[in-house]
């Protein structure tokens, strides 16, 4: 919708540029060198407009509209658009409508967005920047050896499917049906699953250390085909089904392996800085 009506503006201001009641616009002269980005594309009384700022307008269009934008008519009619919308807030600051009640709250509210936007984008770049520190310093660094290791001790992934159910008595009724009656498990699962949409109705697959693990435990103790539960977790009571597990070979654990040993150190340093900064948890699970 909003290319639409952009490309449709663009249209629109394609046929101003040749009314007489439109702003005018000089094309720039010849010249060998390319001109300075500070350089102005447009003037509207007070404020100039430079190239970089029309360049930085064009960056955040999609790519059919930097497309067209890139044309000679097309820069020139998102410069038309940009000249009116300067024309536009000037004569609404003569008006003083920047002095209104309304302009002033929403302008805070903004602000108020672009604050926390930035606070948590500060956040996850110093996440970020850690674990690559991290990395770098080896603390996190997986060798070949232990991803061997590993693989000799859980060369397999596993499948299961999961009814998750809010309440235990409800969750408890459920397995008790399923248990007599497996061939069910769909219906019941449509019925009944709090599980998330993305998830609900799909087969589940993982290695060991790359999914819950309870269910992981379940799920490594159990014949293909079985009906387990009820067990508790954060998400709620699941209620799991094994539908399959297969060996896999080295060189294709072995990037899974790789990500699950990265985890649990990156576990063990964090539970070393709980023993640092003092951590208080107080929301507990009902």
Partial sequence: MRKLWLLSLFCALAGACTSSSGPSFEEPAPSAAPASQ??????????????RQLDDRLA?????????????SGRK????????????ALDAKDKELDRSDVYLSDLED????????????????????WEEYNREKGLTRVSDEEIEAYYKKYPYEMKIRQIIIADAQTADAVWRE?????????????????????????????????????????????????VQGFVKTAQGFHIIMKTGERRLSLKDAAPRIRT????HKTDAALNALQNKYKVMIYEQDE
């Avoid at 500070?38 to 190239?51: D, L, N, S």
């Avoid at 009619?77 to 536009?88: A, H, M, P, S």
């Avoid at 769909?186 to 599980?195: F, G, I, P």
């Avoid at 699950?260 to 985890?263: A, D, F, G, R, T």
């Fill in 38 to 51: 500070e350089a102005p594309a447009a003037q509207v009384g007070p404020v100039k407009i430079t190239r």
């Fill in 60 to 72: 955040l269009l999609s790519p059919e509209d930097q497309e067209y934008a890139k044309t000679p």
């Fill in 77 to 88: 009619n998102f410069l038309q658009l940009l000249v009116r919308e300067k024309l536009i």
């Fill in 110 to 129: 903004k602000q108020q967005q672009l604050k926390e936007i930035y606070q948590d984008y500060s956040q996850q770049l110093l996440v970020h920047m």
């Fill in 178 to 226: 399923l248990k007599r009656a497996k061939s069910r498990w769909k219906e019941l699962e449509r019925q009944y699953s709090d599980a998330p949409q993305e998830s609900k109705g799909k087969e589940i697959s993982f290695m060991p250390g790359e999914f819950i693990p309870e269910l992981e435990v379940i799920a490594a103790n159990s014949p293909a085909g079985s």
């Fill in 260 to 263: 699950i040993l990265e985890n």
